[in-house]
């Protein structure tokens, strides 16, 4: 039996549920994989004030460690109290338990392939879930709400111009700067001061965008 609206269909094992049915995290997955899941969690983090985005230092900082779902227990996690790059921490929620259960429930549904040799024997599903996952993100590109946005169209759906940046652009590299004189006896005079260079991350500068 099938339906003419949306991708419920009978497929023995499982079905696919309506697309509508679909939280932000199960649309990031769809549309961008683990990483555009991580994204979306941090976003909700940043937006009601539990975790803060320094956007000059691209570095994430918890404000209230207060977990709601699997993923964004994952998400402090990957933020100590000493804060975190935001690129590192992108890449640990990513591949945390709590991301891969979603990438585990969205196959067994029959909305991802559950491998690439499994694929080959089942192109009819792949292709429904192929057009799904499009139709999912174009319907969600005009979305109101900021998360289902971005989980279908990653950075494009973030309004402010800031946080877009930081997302975009990687982590800066470490740099080894030499020490300024030093005319005491501090046993570390001579070694290299690690600072990261474009980032200013010891320098005092940078603040969260709203």
Same mark, same amino acid.
């Given at each position: ?31 961008? #994989? ?12 940043? *937006? =009601? ?19 709601? =779902? ?10 100590? +109290? ?20 979603? #990438? @585990? ?21 792949? @292709? ?6 499009? @139709?999912?993100?174009?319907?969600? @590109? ?6 289902? *946005? ?20 990687? =982590? ?11 005319? #005491? ?21 940078? +603040? +969260?965008?709203?």
């Amino acid at each position: 039996m099938e339906r003419s609206r949306g991708v419920r269909r009978s497929t023995g094992r499982c079905s696919m549920r309506d697309d509508g049915e679909l939280d932000h995290y199960e649309i990031a997955y769809l549309c961008g #994989g683990p990483a555009r899941v991580a994204m979306v969690a941090l976003l909700a983090l940043h *937006r =009601d004030g539990r975790l803060r985005i320094w956007a000059a230092r691209h570095r994430l900082s918890v404000v209230r460690r207060e977990p709601r =779902d699997a993923v964004e227990t994952a998400a402090f996690e990957a933020v100590p +109290g000493k804060g975190a790059l935001l690129g590192a921490a992108l890449k640990e929620i990513a591949g945390s338990a709590a991301v891969r259960e979603i #990438g @585990r429930r969205l196959r067994a549904e029959g909305l991802l392939p559950g491998s690439r040799l499994a694929s080959l024997w089942q192109r009819r599903r792949v @292709r429904t879930a192929r057009a799904a996952r499009e @139709r999912l993100a174009e319907r969600e @590109r005009s979305a109101s709400d900021l998360l289902r *946005r971005v989980a279908a169209t990653g950075t494009a759906g973030i309004e402010d111009t800031t946080i877009r940046r930081t997302f975009e652009i990687p =982590d800066p590299k470490p740099v080894d700067l030499p020490r300024g004189r030093w005319t #005491g006896s501090d046993p570390t005079h001579g070694a290299p001061s690690h600072r990261y260079g474009g980032g200013g991350y010891d320098s005092g500068g940078g +603040g +969260g965008s709203d």
